[in-house]
């Protein structure tokens, strides 16, 4: 059977990978992004590398007015959708949105907003398939405020308890709903940070991903040494906590 | 912008320069606050050839899509930062192969481009270079050229073998060796010394695809060039497969010191030499190993310590066999070199760039680790033997050729300056025409 794939937030590097991932299976893929010219390079080399089809569809991810038809188009371009994957977002610059809430909304908007909207959007269509599987990329800095990265955190986390609460939910329809955590990942939106042995490339994160969902994973940390790490870093009691520069 | 520390494979160079890595082939070439700027693939090279130090990289690792895949044909078309292990993924189960490949599947196409490398079959298919097809350059200045050994014929030659210099390749389209099976026949013959393998060698050029032979490059006298001679051809018959790769081990750290050293290699190259019986043996094996034995080991390079190694790798003219003599001879009394050292004869076909290293004749190849002043005065004389016999050094590999060496090896360097692109400079362009930055 072809696995039909919906990716949102496709020219991201994680979701790039995903895709490059499934398409190696042969999978109908459904893109989406920002920019069409990006979109089209990758429909090109997911055709090359396997893709029974690939269809692209350009559009800002914060335009929420265009949330239905993205959908709609998803659904007549892949029939039926087995995985869909919501990848996008930004870092953000946490001094600059403590100053300046403009850049937090903008932060929130991205981050939590955008994918809640889609996700609000895609559950009819999963419920009336009664299978199929919403993911959605939050982040280990979802898991515990702190202040060096509290706004995309506060989105992120917004966004893993939306997907917690989803997955309750849809339990009862038979469709799943994976929350994926990544750690620190090597790709251009991380590109000045300083690596260290923590730091992984985007095709680690891919793989991960495409095993969670076949193993109908609920949450998965990548890799999975973040889930003991923050494990201990939820557990610091606040009065610690709350002195520290992490 | 951060400054970062890259080296190139040989470790020797340490330098300096700030990343811009373009991000997509479509849009303009990064912003990039340096002096000159250079491409940067996968730093397999050896020497500074891709280093540009107080310059700026842009290494090409986001440029690594494909484009288009003729599978009926055999034409791929790729990004320049796809490396030829992606390549082989994809083609090798769909019944194609890469028409030349270097000893390693990890750099890239842009690289072996840039570079116009060689492999095991120089003797019948030329360099890298004959078989692409056709490229995008992107210029500093934002202008754009296809160009083709038809099309922009003159940018074609000076961007093949161009070291990365005329601008960035931001895609090429190569043709591609039609295969029947994954697997390879491979015969192996002894040789006791290079007047052998001289005769064995253009024999075994005539019938077999490829050919290359390890030789031992400590022992002299009537032994002087002893050596294994390698020669392959794809099988005609068998699975289509990428084989499953043992799983990789790897060089994790630095060592503190060289592992190649006198004792270390005259034993192993005693072993590795009598290992092999003195009639031919025959055998079918899978091509990864037959092609890149050392990509079985993560950053080899590792063992050759802290202070790196040095390749030296020389093209000999035919008909200057003496010289390869006397760089054999200076290199067994000297103690140094390595498990790996490597002689091939290059054939005719020429190349279309204007700076490529291949060229009719003895070519050797073999690594030192770094004992600072002691080698490279060995490196020095290994030099000046070459340059008298006519020969040069290979840009890829090196990291101490004088200047006149390079100018007389590549007579035409004058012609290839007027296609450079003004913001494109590396450290070894520097050292070999004395330009600045």
């Known amino acids: 059977m072809t696995d039909n794939i919906l990716i949102i937030g496709a020219t991201s590097a994680i979701a790039g990978a995903t895709a490059r991932a499934y398409a190696q299976r042969g999978a109908r893929l459904f893109l989406v992004g920002r920019d069409a010219q990006r979109l089209g390079i990758l429909a090109d080399d997911l055709r090359v590398l396997g893709a029974a089809d690939v269809v692209t569809f350009a559009c800002d991810l914060t335009d929420f007015e265009r949330h239905p038809e993205l959908v709609a188009k998803a659904r007549e371009g892949l029939g039926r959708i087995d995985v869909a994957l919501i990848a996008h977002g930004i870092l953000g610059d946490q001094r600059a949105e403590e100053a300046d809430f403009d850049k937090a909304r903008e ?118 040494f973040w889930r003991p790490i923050m494990a201990i870093i939820k557990a610091i009691p606040e009065p610690i906590f709350k002195r520290l520069k992490l | 912008m951060p400054m970062t520390d890259y080296t190139s494979w040989g470790r020797v160079h340490r330098s300096r320069q700030i990343v811009c890595p373009p991000r997509w082939r479509h849009e303009p070439l990064p912003p990039c606050d340096a002096p000159s700027r250079l491409p940067w693939g996968r730093g397999r090279s050896y020497g500074d050839c891709c280093l540009n130090d107080g310059g700026a990289l842009l290494p090409t690792t986001a440029l690594d899509h494909f484009i288009a895949f003729d599978a009926k044909q055999g034409i791929l078309r790729a990004e320049a930062g796809v490396t030829l292990d992606a390549i082989l993924r994809l083609i090798v189960p769909r019944g194609w192969f890469l028409p030349v490949t270097p000893g ?80 390879m026949a491979q015969q192996q013959l002894r040789f006791a010394n290079l007047d052998e393998y001289l005769s064995i060698a253009a024999e075994s050029d005539a019938e077999w695809t490829y050919t290359v032979a390890w030789v031992d490059c400590l022992s002299s006298g009537s032994k002087l060039g002893r050596g294994v001679l390698f020669r392959g051809r794809h099988a005609e ?157 290979y840009p890829a590999k090196d990291a101490l050729m004088r200047p006149e060496t390079f100018q007389q090896g590549y007579p035409r360097w004058q012609e290839f300056s007027a296609f450079r692109d003004p913001a494109f400079s590396s450290s070894l362009w520097r050292r070999v025409t004395g330009e600045s930055a």
């Open chain 1, 107 to 224: 932060n929130l908007t991205v981050n939590a907003l955008s994918p809640i909207s889609l996700l609000t959007r895609l559950t009819p269509v999963m419920r009336e398939q009664g299978s199929g599987t919403l993911a959605a990329i939050a982040s280990v800095a979802g898991d515990r405020g702190r202040q060096s990265n509290f706004v995309y955190g506060a989105a992120k986390g917004a966004l893993a308890i939306y997907l917690q609460g989803l997955r309750n939910r849809l339990y009862p329809d038979g469709v799943h709903v994976l929350t994926i955590k990544p750690g620190f990942v090597d790709t251009p939106m991380t590109r000045d940070f300083p690596k260290g042995p923590l730091w992984v490339g985007p095709e680690v994160i891919a793989r991960g991903i495409v095993r969670a969902v076949e193993r109908r994973r609920n949450v998965v940390y990548l890799p999975w």
């Open chain 2, 237 to 393: 018959s068998g699975p289509v497969e990428i084989p499953e790769a043992p799983r990789r081990l790897a060089v994790p750290v630095d060592l503190p010191f060289s592992l190649v050293n006198g004792a270390s290699l005259r034993l192993f190259n005693a072993l590795y030499y009598r290992g092999h019986p003195t009639r031919t043996r025959s055998q079918r094996m899978p091509f990864l190993p037959f092609f890149y034995p050392l990509d079985g080991i993560a950053n080899w390079n590792r063992l050759y310590g802290r202070r790196g190694l040095y390749q030296f790798q020389c093209v000999i003219p035919q008909g200057q066999e003496a010289a390869m003599h006397e760089i054999l001879a200076r290199i067994a009394r000297s103690g140094q070199g390595s498990m790996l050292a490597v002689l091939k004869r290059f054939g005719d076909r020429p190349s279309p760039a204007m700076l490529s290293f291949p060229r009719s004749g003895l070519t050797l190849a073999l690594d030192f680790a770094n004992r600072g002043e002691l080698t490279r005065r060995l490196l020095g004389e290994l030099e000046a033997v070459t340059v008298q016999a006519g020969g040069t050094l």
């Open chain 2, 104 to 183: 390693t599947r990890f750099a890239t196409l842009g690289g072996a481009i840039a570079n116009d490398v060689h492999g095991k079959n120089h003797h019948a298919d030329g360099t890298f270079g004959r078989h692409v097809t056709r490229l995008e350059l992107l210029r500093s200045d934002g202008s754009r050229r296809e160009c083709s050994p038809q099309e922009n014929a003159d940018w074609f030659a000076a961007t093949v073998g161009g070291l990365g210099l005329t601008g960035l390749v931001t895609w090429a389209e190569i043709r591609l060796r039609r295969i029947a099976s994954s697997e």
